[in-house]
């Protein structure tokens, strides 16, 4: 072999590599396809809880009111409790 001719690679490799290269392919698709579907699930689950809780015309669980919306003082605790869970503080939640 010489510097300047690239050496030609053996057609088996060359099948060995397309096989694997497709082999991957396909799971990849398959990996996606599983995690499209456990989204698409969870988004449904929460588009759902989200229409029931407007139907009882109550706010989701999990939703904090903001601090205007409470009166002075529990404005100054609202804020207190979460400045200390930014600091690492445990309080307990009311």
Do not use: C
């Amino acid at each position: 072999m010489w510097f300047w001719k690239p050496s030609q690679p053996d057609l088996g490799q060359v099948l060995d590599r397309l096989a694997r290269i497709e082999s991957d392919t396909k799971l990849l698709r398959l990996e996606w396809q599983e995690t499209y579907d456990k989204v698409s699930h969870l988004v449904g689950r929460l588009r759902k809880r989200d229409r029931d809780a407007a139907n009882a015309g109550t706010p989701p669980t999990g939703d904090v009111p903001p601090a205007a919306a409470l009166g002075p003082t529990d404005q100054k605790v609202e804020l207190w409790r979460r400045a200390a869970l930014i600091r690492g503080n445990h309080v307990v939640q009311r």
